[in-house]
């Protein structure tokens, strides 16, 4: 039985607002639950020094979690004066894949970032931002078709991310925070609107785990982020 | 004539949202027009080293904008490994500004920090960041009152801030940005619900001020203080 | 009675040094009573990146104390790796106030960086910064107009400022450590020559004030800022 | 065809040097072609923070990178200041992996340390470091076998890791730096002695990779693992 | 020809000043020509971490050059965030040669903390900052005997530096700033009272130097030092 | 009687292994006694910017240790963030040591850096690193010519390093590490193939020293270059 009552295959309550903030080219506030991140979308006309002159664009990301977006409060970062290892982690996580749905050269020589902002957490943040960030990505990309500044959208397909996780010895979608902080195993599975997969991260947090429970985690991301994607389309609507 | 078509003396329209978020003990999302911010409390039963034995409390604040609250984007702070003089002037003043108005030794040996991050930003942020953090601030104590930590809330008058300004050589209430980047005179104040001045900050752009005008400035901050007052009043019930 | 015995509108001791280093354009040592800051401007020939080509100058301010200026030894900004937000507050505060009587166009596409560090504290160090910073820019200035490089001299008035406070229910002026750790409102002003309001920052350190207070500090303010001017006058000659 | 000439299931020539090092607990360099890592075991008689007095032990990891370990020189993190998200990424898979297989309430309240410092890098350095630091880690925790600290190892199994990779279509094992650069997937397998999977990282680094994919490189992945813990239990005796 | 015009053993003119700020427990202004260092010694009540319960204390400097004691203005430090290697070179020169002379253990558990601050640099800051801040030095600890916290002053013997160099082809004593930049040969040394040298620095700026030239070199030095060390004397006098 | 049975004036055990890594265009592994160094140089064809179009180059080191290298583990200067002052004291002397027999001009417009890290530790790795170092940057320069960028090696003397110091009253050769931790007087000496001095650092750790002691110590560094001089004659044939 799990603390939050749901199914084991059963995701948590999506709810997604486009347009959240007003100056950002995509604005999106996703929230999974009790896990709500704001995801906004920059385009700038310039590319970071490594790819100048090279006829493709990039596109990147930041995370980071207000103070008390925590269940007890967080040292701010910009007040340590560093990232931790796991926000920088996450952040790359979450720009390598955008990328991987994105035809670069299609985008031309601009950046888009996405900023990806923990308001509340309750697990899951990283899949959230991931999922919530391809849509403030496409509707960025949709005010540079609407500008005539690009022919076409150049974002190719959907990308959506989920948890999965061995809870108590069963396989559970969408960990919540007391699942995740008490499960044995923990995975993050991003994968494309047409099945394929850009990333998994799988880890035994005690035990470790045997193929066959891997390949159970699998089908349960699988299934859960056709959902996701399905709503991503929805709130395109 | 405003750009927002505002009269002189006329405050933006002022949304109080309690309860934004759950973990922390006091969370308010105002916003006056265009800008947002959200103010979270949270409680801490310690207190900082210079304080310890001293049977008393403490209020703190720490303030950020998320990179693109602007209209492009701003860097992010915590990427950079450091805050702006900006940043640490505005959360020192909601730190004064708030502890103005409490009762550090009825608060008991435990310490409040705000958190004021703004979503969204169209001017008057720390004026917002003050108005909105004294509710959550009040909330939060109440909530040690409701749990029997502390015998009356600490939190012993309002304190709320307003910017004014003179705008193409009008005095003029609650600057927005396209105000405040072309203004003349820019002045912060910080009063209580009774009326005294916690802090006046008041700045000539270009041309230096007369006292003439100084004594408009502060009597149009006087007369929007008192309503911001009144929506906190309004809030808490 | 104020700790030193002076009179409630009474300027501490008074004595400007000029040319106290060699190598600066502009060096002035100020000692108000046992404050002394040395005040020295570097010229140089570029502007900031934001400047670039819009053919005016800038002037900026940066702000430091001695190890033992105070009364124990604080610790080094440059040893613990970064400046805290008081020292950017008042560098910010020089900077903006030095700059409201320079006519930027006037100076041409040069830099003039006003040093301001204390050697010795006692209270005002901001206030004697901007004060003896004045004289040093307005020297630097001279030696610009001396070699030729710009027509005239484009600081076009005087700038000085003093603290004023309510010091066991008495406003004063030029607050010393001992007031200024132990009053209840105090109040920097920054005034020009021919006596308009540059800034003013007021703080309750305890109760609020009243308006009427307000007035009053602001009448002792301009009353010593006049006597600061003369002085500066006096030292030119 | 491999650059390198190797089978697709073929591992590079595998060197491993116990005692590298004298003042290390445990010293091991580790060669996989010519990536070369240095393993060092540190032990020291206190735990971090968050474990005092819980009666467990910790293990954890460092790794760096010498600066021309790689084909051009990289710059020095401790001259840059900060370590790069790569960098933490890293130590933090090393230190989960290691943690896996240790039973810290044996290890008793003490830190091991793995420094894994790439002396030379083509490919894999993250995967040599988990599969050369294990052997550090047993070694250190053997010696305090012998001198009587601890009644048993408390390592409870091996642990290795490495990479495997689709290059131009076909699943390969153990990719060297000029398949990794120019792979269409790269993963990170990390399993223990007795097959477990504790961490896996695949990443499609063009196309998304499909689930058969997937499962192929898996199965190679477990095949070299089994031969680099035949290495290890080798490298032991 | 030197082109100061001094002889090749002469000394710059060198003015001491005591008690050049008044919160310090020695503060000592030196002035070596136009190298003007203010030296101020603070006591603290307590010594380094390891140190604690040795019934020792402890001697260490700090270093630092105003923005605009330089020919250019130099950066700050505090602002890069950062102190150069020079600045910590010299700095742990200092610390090191006074200790030489004190008996830690009769200073007892306390530390003494010199603070050199370069208010004009002309070449030679190093020396000039050690001979002056052994007066800052020796009058805080005769302070600590006044008090009654020591018996007797613990300073054992006198300690003062000097540069030598070889500036085109002769050897000269006390180098300025034109001479420094444009010498064979830099050397600093460090020397007691009785004649013991403490510090011996010598760099080859261009061709290496020989062993007759370093002979020189060091006779050269200790008949400036010899000079210096009575000019402490008459200092203290 | 030394700790390690060495004669006065005996130098350690000298092995020099080139081509220790496989990238750097010099690598030579370096062990004095348990001294081992890893001296890698990196040739890039451009100079630093106060050095662009002057028509010549620039050689540079940077120094580290690796945590373990050290009996007890030592912080990790990446981790901690920045370079301690030893470091950069030494790493600004392995440099200078270097430039001092190298023709820059005949270098052309490139830099070549030397990086020096200890693996293991036993005393005197400054000296070691510029014994090592050099080579590392004869080899380099050597490709340098074979491909036809240089005409002829600009390496125009050898330069080498070695410590001696006052170990219980006697006068010794190449210090490790028992005898530096406990000596009364250390010095570090660098000097050119033909005998030049290019650099002298002496130190008193307890006592100062005589000048009669100071020229038994150079004495018998001047020996003992001559071997290292020798043996890296030897090691490049």
Same mark, same amino acid.
């Given at each position: 039985?799990?603390?939050?009552?749901?199914?084991?295959?059963?995701?948590?309550?999506?709810?997604?607002?486009?347009?959240?903030?007003?100056?950002?080219?995509?604005?999106?506030?996703?929230?999974?639950?009790?896990?709500?991140?704001?995801?906004?979308?920059?385009?700038?006309?310039?590319?970071?020094?490594?790819?100048?002159?090279?006829?493709?664009?990039?596109?990147?990301?930041?995370?980071?979690?207000?103070?008390?977006?925590?269940?007890?409060?967080?040292?701010?970062?910009?007040?340590?004066?560093?990232?931790?290892?796991?926000?920088?982690?996450?952040?790359?996580?979450?720009?390598?894949?955008?990328?991987? !749905?994105? &035809? $670069?050269?299609?985008?031309?020589?601009?950046?888009?970032?996405? *900023?990806?902002? %923990?308001?509340?957490?309750?697990? +899951?943040?990283?899949?959230?931002?991931?999922?919530?960030?391809?849509?403030?990505?496409?509707?960025?990309?949709?005010?540079?078709?609407?500008?005539?500044?690009?022919?076409?959208?150049?974002?190719?397909?959907?990308?959506?991310?989920?948890?999965?996780?061995?809870?108590?010895?069963?396989? !559970?979608? &969408? $960990?919540?925070?007391?699942?995740?902080?008490?499960?044995?195993? *923990?995975?993050? %599975?991003?994968?494309?609107?047409? +099945?394929?997969?850009?990333?998994?991260?799988?880890?035994?947090?005690?035990?470790?785990?045997?193929?066959?429970?891997?390949?159970?985690?699998?089908?349960?991301?699988?299934?859960?982020?056709?959902?996701?994607?399905?709503?991503?389309?929805?709130?395109?609507?």
């Amino acid at each position: 039985m799990r603390p939050s009552q749901r199914q084991a295959d059963e995701l948590r309550a999506l709810r997604i607002e486009r347009n959240f903030t007003r100056h950002a080219e995509g604005s999106v506030l996703i929230r999974m639950g009790d896990t709500h991140v704001l995801c906004n979308a920059s385009v700038e006309e310039s590319v970071p020094p490594f790819l100048r002159g090279k006829g493709q664009g990039w596109v990147t990301a930041e995370y980071g979690m207000l103070p008390r977006s925590t269940h007890t409060r967080t040292a701010r970062e910009a007040a340590k004066g560093k990232q931790t290892g796991r926000t920088q982690e996450i952040q790359r996580l979450i720009g390598r894949s955008l990328r991987a !749905v994105v &035809d $670069l050269k299609a985008l031309g020589e601009r950046q888009i970032t996405l *900023d990806c902002d %923990v308001l509340q957490a309750d697990g +899951g943040t990283r899949c959230a931002s991931i999922t919530g960030a391809w849509i403030a990505l496409y509707d960025a990309c949709e005010k540079l078709v609407a500008a005539g500044k690009i022919a076409e959208n150049p974002v190719r397909d959907h990308v959506a991310a989920i948890s999965v996780g061995i809870y108590r010895g069963v396989p !559970v979608l &969408d $960990l919540d925070y007391p699942e995740d902080s008490d499960c044995e195993t *923990d995975m993050n %599975v991003v994968m494309t609107g047409s +099945g394929g997969i850009v990333e998994i991260q799988g880890t035994a947090e005690g035990e470790p785990f045997t193929r066959a429970q891997m390949e159970q985690l699998v089908d349960l991301a699988a299934a859960g982020i056709g959902r996701l994607v399905g709503a991503q389309r929805a709130a395109r609507e």
